[in-house]
């Protein structure tokens, strides 16, 4: 993965007598989006994973363990090892999709009508010739109980 912060513009790279500076770096296994950077026992300033940034700029927690599990599955899919990244953003998306269904699948269905269909109902209703409504429906009746096919 490829590490950057603001604070790497500041870190030196060479000492006084020339010599390239040696870096440490610790990260949390849990966690491999920011790593910390050191210079002897200096904190120099924390550094975030490029890959792991999201579109509404935070980042995705992944593990160690993870990125290990998504290496396998890109070797097992037959692609070379350094695209994991893709299976980590597939899998993403797939569990996005699943709790997305989980929610809709849990939501009870509406019983009763939405604003905007109760209120075209009352329009509906208000247009409506009532006497003639029911007279066609007393007559309907009427030839159903009657057996009449007209």
Do not use: C
């Amino acid at each position: 993965m490829t590490y950057w912060s603001p604070d790497l513009q500041r870190a030196a790279r060479v000492d006084l007598q020339g010599e390239r500076l040696r870096y440490r770096f610790r990260y949390d296994p849990h966690d491999l989006s920011r790593i910390a950077l050191f210079q002897e026992s200096e904190w120099v300033g924390d550094l975030e994973a490029k890959e792991l940034r999201q579109a509404d700029g935070s980042l995705r927690s992944l593990s160690l363990w993870e990125r290990a599990v998504r290496r396998q599955l890109a070797v097992g899919a037959g692609e070379p090892e350094n695209h994991w990244l893709h299976f980590v953003h597939e899998l993403d998306t797939l569990s996005q999709q699943r709790l997305r269904e989980q929610k809709r699948a849990r939501r009870p269905s509406s019983a009763a009508p939405r604003a905007s269909d109760a209120h075209a109902t009352e329009t509906a209703l208000d247009a409506m010739n009532i006497p003639q409504a029911y007279a066609d429906y007393t007559r309907l009746l009427t030839q159903f109980m009657q057996g009449d096919d007209q």
